[in-house]
């Protein structure tokens, strides 16, 4: 039983000069976040491993020997635990990883440093795969605008061409599971995936906070259709 002596005490942040009121309650929010405190011990480079740690759990999506795309992989943590658990890092399963920001080596993950979106981007990843992928993970978050229908439609759109990307690559029966945000157009990526996987629903993982409109999208099953790659 949790004491109030032995309860960890809340860390305050004061707001300093030329820090906003943003970014107090942003730093006040992760100094105070459990899943932040339990990645710094478990030695996972952000709280999100804890997302696809859950929901690996519930759908057994990494299997030893897969092989992973990890889409906007920065700073690492999803790709940490694919390797982990698909066995890349004695050689077993594959991890390919890609973002905009560089990203420290992680062991048994190939990454490029590199736009999603540059037009080059598909075929380097599809080199450095060497074949098709069992499972396509997509973490990718456009900038925040601070302005929720604008924030929802950039995130959707990079959500889309993950999708199109996972259609190239993945093996029959592949996995594909990409992170959204609620504002009116998740519902039509859905449909859209269920015209080439078995089963698609959307899913909300404990470690994503509750007040965050992020959800994600899993699609099982997938079909190979005749125009992939």
Known sequence: MT???NRPLKVRVKVRKGRTLA?????DRQLNDPYVAQAKRDGY????????????DRFHLLRPG????DLGAAPGGWSQVAAKRVGAETGQGRVVAIDILDMPPISGVDALHLDFLDPTAPDKLKALLRGRADIVL?????NATGHRQTDHLKIMALAETAAHFAREVLDPGGAFLCKVLRGGTEGDLLADLKRDFA??????????????AELYVLATGFRQVSSAA
């Not at 897969?66 to 795309?69: D, E, F, G, M």
């Open 199 to 212: 089963k698609v629903k959307h899913v909300k993982p404990a470690a994503s906070r509750a007040d965050s």
């Open 66 to 69: 897969s092989r992973v795309v």
């Open 138 to 142: 997509s973490d990718m978050a456009a």
């Open 23 to 27: 970014q107090k309650l942003w730093l």
């Open 3 to 5: 004491t109030e002596r």
């Open 45 to 56: 480079r952000s709280r999100a491993a804890y997302k696809l740690i859950e929901l690996d």
